[in-house]
């Protein structure tokens, strides 16, 4: 079973750029699609970006297409999510998590119930 360990997050000006890293233990990394989920306060956990097995296809909720980039290295066991130009509304704990089913469709990809493993979140702070 992969452990998931998340990094990167802190407080940034709106407009500024982040990057969150997820490590994860374990042989098996290159066996899980790898994705990013946000909570803010008082609100459900949202899909933001997914990334196959072998980094050939990524997918981003519309929120963020444009400003985040999804990426992994197999050999480094890890996952990392480059935000640019962020805003207020990007404020939430991100999460990174597995899935190593073989979910297909964007719908699919969305539901957090599709990924087994996940990270205990960083907080991401954007200020005005």
């Known amino acids: 079973q992969v452990q998931l360990v998340e990094s990167g997050g802190g407080l940034v000006q709106a407009g500024g750029s982040l990057r969150l890293s997820c490590t994860a233990s374990?042989?098996?990394?290159?066996?899980?699609?790898m994705g990013w989920f946000r909570q803010a306060p008082g609100e459900e956990r949202v899909f933001v970006a997914r990334?196959?097995?072998?980094?050939?296809?990524?997918y981003y909720a519309d929120s963020v297409k444009g400003r985040f980039t999804i990426s992994r290295d197999n050999a480094k066991n890890t996952v990392t999510l480059q935000m640019n130009s962020l805003k207020p509304e990007d404020t939430a704990v991100y999460y990174c998590?597995?899935?190593?089913?073989?979910?297909?469709?964007?719908?699919?990809?969305?539901?957090?119930?599709?990924?087994?493993?996940w990270g205990q979140g960083t907080q991401v702070t954007v200020s005005s």
């Open positions: 998590a597995a899935d190593a089913s073989f979910c297909s469709g964007f719908a699919c990809y969305q539901r957090s119930e599709e990924y087994h493993t």
């Open positions: 990334i196959s097995r072998s980094a050939s296809t990524t």
């Open positions: 374990g042989r098996t990394f290159g066996g899980y699609d």
